[in-house]
């Protein structure tokens, strides 16, 4: 370029601020992406896109040179705009991707990700309560079930390890999620074949150009090192186990390992004869459409990460938001992009193009996420990691079966990701100028403010604290608007539907929201001509004022209140204090809701 790159923007989401000179290699976790955004100072901006699978995105100021690199053919296609949003929307109408066919059955779902659980001992009773809290609009990801434990001797994965359930168990778990709507999908791997597998041969395994075997996946836990399959000899084994696992489980989702965390790549056969990475991109994704086809009814196919290679074959990914900065000592090192510049920050560039053709959840494992951090403050149930999960639109995801912040997660984001699903973001903004304050616009009317700064933005008239943010989004009967934000000196969180009002004050005083006040945590919800106030669970007695008139919906006065357990038994009647239009309810931390009408 005749001048140096600014600012540039890549992969899962991130914006460089005058950047050293960096290698970036395309996978899941980096690049992710197969267009970059450059700006330059003088107010210009170009979108670089290539479509091969990237080899990566290299800059070096000293060059003034930034730009993809791949192999083979290829067509480039240099887009300039007054920024790189704008390039990126002219690029989004153009790309020629469409939707996979499970996407729409997909999109908006909440996820629990759940690893290493017994089944009929605890992951089945506590996925039980979830649903009856009302968390049912989801997709269950079991990953730690397969014969001879995780990630070891693939593919003989069938029948299921005893020590996490037996295929009755399993199918028991399928169909309970069936029965409250939600999707269960079963973890699988393809990449990495071990030696000590029943049929095991080097035939299946995929050669480097010096004529050796390419190591996968090592185990280090059962120091097991294994193979990357060659591409198109995994499927036999696929299907085998698919057929195995349809019969005895019948999942109504899938989830394949590193497909879409690691690139397509290019390989050699054991003979010596080269395939390019499209060959590899080909047989993933061919594979993808084959058991949403064998599994039936346009049953979503999930991966790890997300890149754009597979977009159109595989309907989503649990999406690995990665950080810039300094990375951390120890085994997470490797989840920091090393990169040297003046500023940085995380920012919604995947989604801005495909949001509406591909399905990221979450923003990461919570390991990778935090990457040395502090996980209490920046894991998996942190404001950093839900504002990132809001300025993505990414519907949400959790790590446990059940708990109290499972079920305060889905309250608080679940009704901002269904509004959002299968939307397009029209507009991305920094606050003057600064990238830690970012506006977010999406067809419809919808608008979100996230605070990824150190210091509070008052956006809108609403104080938000470091990691706070604010989000209203226009639905048919109303809007979704939802805030984590600063409220009488403390930090609140709370939600809005059409339907329902959910609040919590987090143990800092009182939050205030539509009509209600509470120092407590619990949501209110319309039935019929009643309310329902259901305690967020594991909390003390509180207290929730209501004041009528005020609240999202008409309902007649309520004359009485009951307290009933998880199946809707009444156990007792519960005393309402009045004064005017305010009810004030009294909720012991013990009772599952109370009925007031």
């Not at 290679?309 to 900065?325: C, E, I």
């Not at 591909?358 to 990691?385: N, Q």
């Not at 699903?421 to 419809?444: D, M, P, S, T, Y």
């Not at 059409?498 to 929201?513: F, I, K, S």
């Amino acid at each position: 370029w005749s001048e140096r790159v600014a600012r540039v923007y890549a992969g899962p989401g991130n914006v460089l601020d005058t950047p050293a000179a960096f290698d970036l290699p395309f996978d899941g976790h980096r690049l992710a992406t197969s267009f970059a955004g450059f700006e330059f100072a003088g107010g210009l901006a170009v979108l670089e896109a290539v479509d091969v699978p990237p080899g990566g995105l290299r800059a070096d100021p000293a060059t003034r040179s930034c730009a993809l690199y791949a192999a083979g053919a290829q067509t480039l296609t240099l887009i300039p705009a007054t920024d790189a949003w704008e390039g990126l929307r002219t690029w989004r109408a153009r790309d020629g991707l469409a939707r996979a066919g499970g996407v729409e059955r997909l999109a908006g779902r909440f996820v629990f990700d759940l690893w290493g659980e017994r089944v009929a001992a605890k992951a089945l009773p506590a996925l039980e309560r979830s649903f009856r809290y009302g968390l049912t609009d989801a997709v269950v990801i079991w990953h730690d079930w397969q014969r001879w434990g995780y990630d070891n001797r693939l593919p003989d994965i069938w029948p299921p390890n005893p020590a996490r359930g037996a295929p009755e168990e399993l199918a028991a778990l399928a169909r309970a999620c069936e029965r409250r709507g939600a999707l269960f999908a079963l973890h699988d791997n393809y990449i990495d074949l071990y030696p000590d597998a029943e049929a095991f041969t080097y035939d299946d395994v995929a050669f480097d150009a010096a004529g050796r075997p390419v190591r996968a996946w090592y185990n280090e836990w059962r120091k097991a090192q294994s193979y990357r399959w060659r591409p198109d000899r995994m499927r036999g084994a696929l299907e085998r186990n698919l057929r195995l696992i349809r019969t005895g489980v019948a999942p109504t989702a899938y989830f394949i390992d590193v497909w879409s965390s690691v690139a397509p790549h290019d390989w050699w056969t054991r003979s010596g004869t080269y395939h390019a990475a499209r060959d590899t991109r080909k047989q993933w994704r061919d594979a993808f459409a084959w058991i949403r086809g064998f599994l039936g009814h346009d049953a979503p196919q999930i991966s790890e990460s997300g890149h754009d290679q597979l977009v159109g074959w595989l309907d989503g990914a649990t999406a690995n938001h990665l950080r810039v900065g300094l990375p951390p000592a120890g085994a997470y090192a490797w989840s920091v992009w090393d990169i040297r510049c003046a500023d940085a920050e995380r920012v919604p560039w995947f989604d801005a193009a495909l949001h509406d053709r591909f399905i990221l959840h979450g923003a990461g494992y919570e390991p990778r996420y935090a990457a040395g951090l502090d996980s209490a403050a920046h894991g998996i149930y942190s404001d950093d990691y839900l504002s990132t999960e809001v300025l993505t639109g990414h519907p949400a995801m959790v790590k446990d079966a059940f708990s109290r912040d499972t079920v305060r997660i889905y309250w608080l984001l679940h009704g901002l990701g269904r509004a959002l699903a299968l939307k397009r973001i029209e507009r991305v903004a920094f606050e003057g100028g600064n990238l830690h304050r970012q506006r977010v616009a999406w067809e419809g009317g919808g608008a979100v403010e996230v605070n990824r700064g150190t210091d509070d933005w008052t956006a809108d008239g609403r104080v938000l604290a470091p990691y706070g943010f604010h989000a209203r989004v226009p639905v048919e009967a109303g809007s979704v608007d939802i805030a984590v934000e600063r409220q009488g000196g403390g930090i609140v969180e709370w939600s809005r539907g059409p339907e329902e009002l959910y609040l919590n004050a987090r143990g800092t005083g009182t939050v205030t929201a539509y009509g209600a006040t509470t120092g407590g945590g619990c949501r209110i919800a319309r039935d019929g001509a009643r309310c329902v106030v259901t305690p967020l669970p594991e909390g003390g007695p509180f207290t929730v004022e209501l004041r009528w008139p005020e609240l999202p919906w008409r309902l007649p006065s309520p004359r009485l209140a009951e307290a009933v357990d998880e199946d809707g038994t009444v156990l007792r009647e519960v005393p309402l204090a009045r004064a005017g239009d305010t009810v004030t309810l009294a909720c012991d931390g013990k009772d599952f809701a109370y009925r007031v009408r």
